[in-house]
């Protein structure tokens, strides 16, 4: 199982569980990344901090971290 963070861009993805505890995994939630839900990567920053991300028909930004609690596949 890998993470968000760890997708290439230009890969679909589907989310497989989300880390995290409390307020952390609530925000992640509340940006729409559920599990079962497709993520597309759009593309990464140079120096790999935020990932742009499409999910549920709109474009997201995304710090690493987060997309470290992030498990897909």
Known sequence: ????E????GTTV???KI???GPVKRRIMEMGITKGVEIYVRKVAPLGDPIEISVR???LSLR?????L???E
Do not use: H, I, N, W
């Not at 760890?6 to 861009?9: N, Q, R, W």
């Open 1 to 4: 199982m890998q993470t968000l």
């Open 6 to 9: 760890e997708t290439k861009p």
């Open 14 to 16: 589907r989310v497989a």
């Open 19 to 21: 880390g995290g505890a």
């Open 57 to 59: 028909g709109y474009e």
């Open 64 to 68: 690493k971290a987060d997309a470290e």
């Open 70 to 72: 992030v498990e897909v």
